[in-house]
């Protein structure tokens, strides 16, 4: 539930922006080196030899983690999870961009599962388990992070979809203390959740 009315589009329009910025500007200088690319995630999965590894590595020629065509490289939406912690960060931003463009209907959503994880927000909840050794490396990125799950949860607010909670739980548990004190007033405002829920 929530106090405060949905963004309009406008409004939402020019947060989305501000998010795409945010997400360029953190990750601008995250590398690839030594980490796990996608089509070398999907040879893990499969449980493939290192030789075959090193083959399925060397079709990945991005350098750049805005050149890694995801929707097309990762049509099932699983090579996130075979990603060691370089590779994770490296390709974080080419998936989160992808999921504020789509929000923002500046992409039609992908017609296979390559944002998969991005519709179920656990991902990033990092308290515990695997999420917490991939999102290990992350450095200057995590507000990055922040505001995306929070422009993720008043999208799916505007849109319908859900009543987007579902990454307002993520973002209070692990991301919190990464917002400005401003945002943190203004979430809470706009969130009407029991206030012992909310971090301290």
């Not at 309009?8 to 200088?29: H, M, N, P, Y």
């Not at 996130?80 to 490296?90: E, N, T």
């Not at 463009?101 to 388990?129: I, K, Q, W």
Request: aromatic share 12%.
């Amino acid at each position: 539930m929530s106090d405060a009315q949905p963004y309009t589009k406008k409004q939402l329009r020019e947060f989305g922006d501000g998010v795409l910025d945010i997400i360029g500007r953190a990750f601008s200088d995250v590398s690839l080196e030594g980490g796990t690319t996608i089509t070398e995630a999907y040879a893990i999965d499969d449980y493939a030899p290192a030789t075959a590894r090193a083959e399925a590595r060397a079709k990945d020629t991005y350098k750049k983690w805005h050149e890694a065509d995801i929707v097309t490289l990762d049509p099932g939406g699983s090579a996130l999870s075979f990603m060691d912690p370089i590779g994770f960060r490296f390709h974080l931003p080419a998936y989160t961009h992808l999921a504020v463009r789509v929000e923002l209907r500046r992409e039609p959503y992908p017609d296979n599962n390559c944002l998969m994880h991005f519709d179920e927000p656990a991902m990033f909840d990092v308290s515990t388990g695997l999420r917490a050794v991939q999102f290990s490396l992350l450095e200057n990125e995590h507000a990055a992070v922040a505001q995306f799950l929070w422009f993720m949860a008043e999208a799916r607010r505007v849109r319908a979809y859900h009543q987007g909670l579902e990454y307002i739980k993520p973002l209070r548990r692990s991301w919190w203390k990464y917002l400005a004190d401003a945002d943190r007033t203004t979430i809470k405002h706009r969130w009407n959740i029991q206030t012992s829920a909310w971090p301290r």
